[in-house]
Nanobody
């Protein structure tokens, strides 16, 4: 079993920064791809970023490229999402996910956290 716990959400003004963390525990989490998704009010959940098990390969949604950075500390089984130049449209619940394959589809990730809310005020 894999457990994922997100933290770091909160309220920030447009143009500000936040860093989200996701602590993973359970079997073989260090060998999993880790991803971040988000769901804004009234919208479907969407892919934000993902990182390979060794941290070498990263992938981002076009909407966050150049503003968000995903990273991981392998020996701490923790993945981060550094979010800079935040916009009101980044407001959403952000979810951490883990799975065996790097991809943008939710189906690639069998394990999910409960989410952390990020609110960006204008």
């Amino acid at each position: 079993q894999v457990q994922l716990v997100e933290s770091g959400g909160g309220l920030v003004q447009a143009g500000g920064s936040l860093r989200l963390s996701c602590a993973a525990s359970g079997r073989t989490t260090s060998s999993y791809v880790m991803g971040w998704f988000r769901q804004a009010p009234g919208k479907e959940r969407e892919f934000v970023a993902a990182i390979s098990w060794n941290g070498i390969i990263t992938n981002y949604a076009d909407s966050v490229k150049g503003r968000f950075t995903i990273s991981r500390e392998k020996y701490k089984n923790t993945v981060y999402l550094q979010m800079n130049s935040l916009k009101p449209e980044d407001t959403a619940v952000y979810y951490c996910a883990a799975g065996p394959s790097l991809g943008e589809k939710e189906a690639y990730y069998p394990y999910w956290g409960k989410g952390t809310l990020v609110t960006v005020s204008s």
